[in-house]
C-alpha cells in the first residue's frame, strides 16, 4: 500500500475544528475516490498537533486523490492549522495484531537512512522488530513508511489505550536501538498521539 500523511500544527484550542472536519467532510471526500483503503486521524491535544493518514492501494490512487484533496485541504485545516506539511510513502510492512480503538495510544518513530538501504530497513524491520512489538500488551497493529528516494521513514505503533502505550515505551525503545543498528538508519524524532480515529484495509 501507499499513505500519504498530513502533519499539522496550530492553535491547541482550535484542534477540535480541524477534527470534526476532517472526521466527516474529509473522510467523505477520501471514500469517494478509487483506490482509497483507509485513513486515520491522531492528535496531540496539549501541543497542537494533528497527524492524518490515509491509505491507498496504489501510488496512482493516491497521486489522483491528491489532486482533490490538495484543494480541500486548507479549508479542512482552518482555522486551526498555522503550519502544514505533506509527505508521501511507501508501507512496505503493515502488520495488524487486532482492531485499534478511539481514545487509543500512536506511537511514530521519524527515520532516516541512505536510500540503498531501503530494503535492508525492510527486512529487518520485518524480521527483527515486528516480532518484539507484536508481543507487547495491548499493541493493535505496527507499519513501516518509507520514502526511497528521500531516505526518509516513519514507524508506527498503535495501541489499543493509552496505558498500553506508555507500558511500551521501554520494550520498544530496546527494539529501536536493535533495528536502527542493524539497519544502518539514524532516528531523527519520537512522537506519541492519541487516536482520535483509524481504519485500515490491510491486505
Known sequence: MFVRTVY???DPARI???IRALNSQGRE??????????AGIFVDRALGKLLAVSWWESEEA?????????????????????????ENYEATVFHPVRKPEAGGGLRVTRLEFDPADADLLTDTFRASVVPRLESLPGLARTSLLIDRER?????????????????????????????AAKAHVTVVGLEEFEVVFTDVRGD
Open 151 to 179: 531516505g526518509r521513514g516513519m514507524v508506527g505503533a498503535l495501541f489499543v489505550d493509552r496505558e498500553s502505550l506508555a507500558a511500551s515505551r521501554g520494550v520498544q525503545a530496546a527494539a529501536r536501538h536493535e533495528g
Open 8 to 10: 499539522a500544527t496550530g
Open 29 to 38: 471526500l477520501l471514500e469517494e475516490r478509487p483506490g482509497y483503503r483507509g
Open 16 to 18: 477540535d475544528t480541524a
Open 62 to 86: 493516491r497521486r489522483n486523490s491528491d489532486e482533490v484533496m490538495r484543494e480541500r485541504r486548507g479549508v479542512l485545516l482552518d482555522p486551526f492549522a498555522a503550519t502544514t506539511s505533506v
